[in-house]
């Protein structure tokens, strides 16, 4: 090819045509990318709230379901998958779900070591930030995720 043909100037107009390509997809990311980062956190919060509800309603199930009149708490959370209390085999939960948050589940207890309730141990700042009110739980407005305490209203 020589200096001056045809071909090699349109070598170079490829060139300037991809790096405006890659100035606008990056501008586009650019502008995206939080809109997404807020999108991700509203899911993993309602992840949270479903689980958090589910492992509540667990609880309530495997207390109110206690034989006897001593009504008694789950000691673990496996105890929700097979309850060992009962003939055959009782199930209050399906598997045993993990933390929406990314950590671990942080385990309300009773004096006796019964599991009352769950919470996430993230520290984030929610996006809901109203108390939330089902037949089941009451969650207050927090500041972080980790003051959601997922227990039931029993009543012994």
Not at 74 to 90: I, K, N, S, W
Not at 92 to 106: F, N, Q, T
Not at 133 to 150: G, M, S
């Amino acid at each position: 090819m020589q200096p001056g043909s045809l071909r090699a100037q349109q070598g170079g107009f490829t060139l300037v045509a991809v790096l405006a390509a890659v100035a606008v997809l990056g501008i586009g990311l650019a502008a995206f990318g939080p809109h997404w980062a807020l999108e991700s956190q509203r899911e993993r919060e309602l992840e949270l709230l479903r689980v958090g509800q589910t492992y509540a309603q667990a609880i309530d199930s495997y207390y109110r379901l206690s034989p006897g009149a001593a009504k008694q708490y789950p000691r673990r959370l496996e105890d929700l998958l097979h309850d060992a209390r009962m003939v055959g085999t009782y199930r209050h939960l399906r598997k045993l779900y993990p933390d929406p948050m990314g950590g671990e589940w942080g385990l309300v207890k009773d004096a006796n070591g019964g599991i009352q309730g769950v919470f996430s141990t993230s520290t984030e700042a929610p996006l809901r930030t109203l108390p939330l009110q089902t037949p089941l739980l009451t969650l207050p407005a927090a500041t972080r995720y980790d003051q959601w305490i997922f227990a039931p209203r029993t009543t012994s």
